[in-house]
């Protein structure tokens, strides 16, 4: 999905599979100073959609910024093992379009802010922290934050004044599974609950996880606030495992028509732009 100056941007397929692009569209909705293109990624077309975008705004010399819901192969932040640096390569095609300034929400890690050109971080986690702890009753005094690895402490630790727990975990690189995961922080006594802080879930497995270990560490109640969520989350065991109570989360990926009836108590979606601009 791309906005241009928040108008959803429409786009047809040809039979043979190429995209036609609605340049009236694009051309009538054009403003004066700098035009501003919201992209959601949901498959690798979306890519040439933007380049097509973009390079029609440039014809008619228009500065143009980006902002990214959730940046594509944000995972791929690496090579090892002869894997494919597909981050590095996405981020140099951005560049390649010359935007005045790119915003990206809740980058994986440093490695996606440092590649690209002009680039802004915005932590939307942060902003609705206060919201989730309202919903959920948190007792600052005795509740905790748990982040599942030191990538999450790094990004959200030193913004939060509460009790903290970190977990430090072995992956195997070449299958993604965890191998060991360890819970550093001091828990004084138990019947406490725990809000697990990080950036993305897929199938939630690391989560289930974490709360198996929170539960045995004296968790009463486990949420999970992330804030990209893959749509495989439906797919995991997370919710029929019963240690997560709720998962909040913002629709930079998932969309809340894809959430079933099922699971409308045991999710909640917060519109990401206003997660950015509401603090």
């Known amino acids: 999905m791309i906005k241009l100056n928040d108008v959803e941007l429409e786009f ?11 340049g009236k569209q694009i051309y009538n909705n054009i403003k004066q100073g700098i035009n501003k293109i919201a992209f959601k990624y949901e498959n690798d077309d979306d890519l040439i959609k933007l380049l097509f975008v973009k390079s029609y705004l440039d014809e008619y010399k228009q500065l143009t910024s980006l902002l990214i819901y959730y940046m594509p192969y ?5 090579t090892e093992n002869r894997s494919v640096f597909t981050l590095k390569y996405v981020c140099n095609l951005i560049n390649s379009l010359e935007f005045s300034g790119v915003d990206v929400v809740e ?11 002009r680039c802004t971080s915005f932590y939307p986690t942060i902003n609705l922290l206060g919201q989730v702890m309202v919903e959920i009753d948190f ?7 748990f982040f599942p ?16 727990l970190v977990g430090y975990k072995k992956r195997d690189f070449d299958t993604g599974e965890i191998t060991q995961l360890e819970v550093m922080g001091d828990i004084r006594e138990k019947g ?8 993305l879930c897929s199938y939630g497995g690391t989560f289930i996880r974490s709360a198996k270990k929170l539960k045995g560490l ?5 949420y999970l606030l992330v804030a990209h969520c893959e749509e495989s989350i439906f797919k995991g065991d997370l919710f029929n495992s019963g240690l997560i109570a709720k998962v909040f989360t913002t629709n930079s990926i998932i969309r809340n028509s894809s959430v079933s009836e099922y699971y409308r108590e045991k999710i ?7 997660s950015i601009y509401n603090k």
Not at 12 to 22: A, F, L, Q, S, W
Not at 139 to 145: C, E, G, Q, V, Y
Not at 268 to 274: F, G, H, V
Request: no cysteine.
């Open 12 to 22: 047809e397929t040809y039979p043979n599979g190429e995209t036609r692009v609605n």
């Open 74 to 78: 944000s995972r791929m932040d690496r």
């Open 107 to 117: 980058p994986h890690s440093d490695v996606t802010p440092a590649l690209l050109d």
């Open 139 to 145: 007792d600052a005094n005795k509740d905790f934050i």
């Open 149 to 164: 690895d030191a990538g999450a402490s790094k990004r959200y630790s030193k913004e939060l004044d509460l009790h903290q």
């Open 192 to 199: 406490f609950k725990a809000i697990i802080i990080d950036d």
């Open 218 to 222: 004296g968790a009463s109640e486990i």
């Open 268 to 274: 909640k979606i917060y519109d990401i732009e206003e």
